[in-house]
Antibody, heavy 118, light 106 residues
Framework: QVHLVQSGAEVKKPGASVKVSCKAS????????MHWVRQAPGQRLEWMGW????????KYSQKFQGRVTITRDTSASTAYMELSSLRSEDTAVYYC???????????WGQGTLVTVSS | DIQMTQSPSSLSASVGDRVTITCRAS??????LNWYQQKSGKAPKLLIY???SLQSGVPSRFSGSGSGTDFTLTISSLQPEDFATYYC????????FGQGTKLEIK
């Protein structure tokens, strides 16, 4: 069965960067796109961007353009999301999610809490 | 960006009730509409994709309908495990989510 396992919680200072990993298992990694979604406390889900895990092409939400970088390591079946210039408003749970055939998010990681605090 | 608006934002209901949640898109999104259930502290779970297709393993009491700008999620007979927050999501142009509908026990 499909599993997406994310790295552990992070605490960062304003201005720093954070890199979250998402290790996939149970399927051929390069067959499906991977997305990143975040959820600030009490807020709605917010799409950040996605990566074509086959060729590495990416697309980012305009809101995060210039601050977010999504990469992948096909040999490790792992996707990464790096967010830079962190501010307190970036405190959130960050999720990876595997895309399905109808552009839905079929499987989700367990989430990674990133706390930005001085 | 396409805006997604759900109604109501919260809802109280009893076990056995029939419940309907509405989602409206700011422009036509054809049938590129998905529904998720999220329980406190957990990742979202896909329920319905392409407006009306039931995800494998999801109970048949969940159903979705609509196209264009107006969509509904219906739970035909509420079970105790259904009390959660529900989100719609459009995947027609990038991806945006509704603000959520919190379903609580009456």
């Amino acid at each position: 069965q499909v599993h997406l396992v994310q790295s552990g919680a992070e605490v960062k200072k304003p201005g720093a960067s954070v890199k979250v990993s998402c290790k996939a298992s149970g399927y051929t990694f390069s067959t499906y796109a991977m997305h990143w979604v975040r959820q600030a406390p009490g807020q709605r889900l917010e799409w950040m961007g996605w990566i074509n895990t086959d060729n590495g092409n990416t697309k980012y939400s305009q809101k995060f353009q210039g601050r977010v970088t999504i990469t992948r390591d096909t040999s490790a079946s792992t996707a990464y999301m790096e967010l830079s210039s962190l501010r307190s408003e970036d405190t959130a749970v960050y999720y990876c999610a595997r895309e399905g055939a109808w552009l839905h998010f079929e499987y989700w990681g367990q989430g990674t809490l990133v706390t930005v605090s001085s | 960006d396409i805006q997604m608006t759900q109604s109501p934002s919260s809802l109280s209901a009893s076990v056995g009730d029939r419940v309907t949640i509405t989602c409206r898109a700011s422009q036509s999104i054809s049938s590129f509409l998905n529904w998720y259930q999220q329980k406190s502290g957990k990742a979202p779970k896909l329920l319905i994709y392409a407006a009306s297709s039931l995800q494998s393993g999801v109970p048949s009491r969940f159903s979705g309908s609509g196209s264009g700008t107006d969509f509904t999620l219906t739970i035909s007979s509420l079970q105790p495990e259904d009390f959660a927050t529900y989100y719609c999501q459009q995947s027609y142009s990038n991806y945006t989510f509704g603000q959520g509908t919190k379903l609580e026990i009456k």
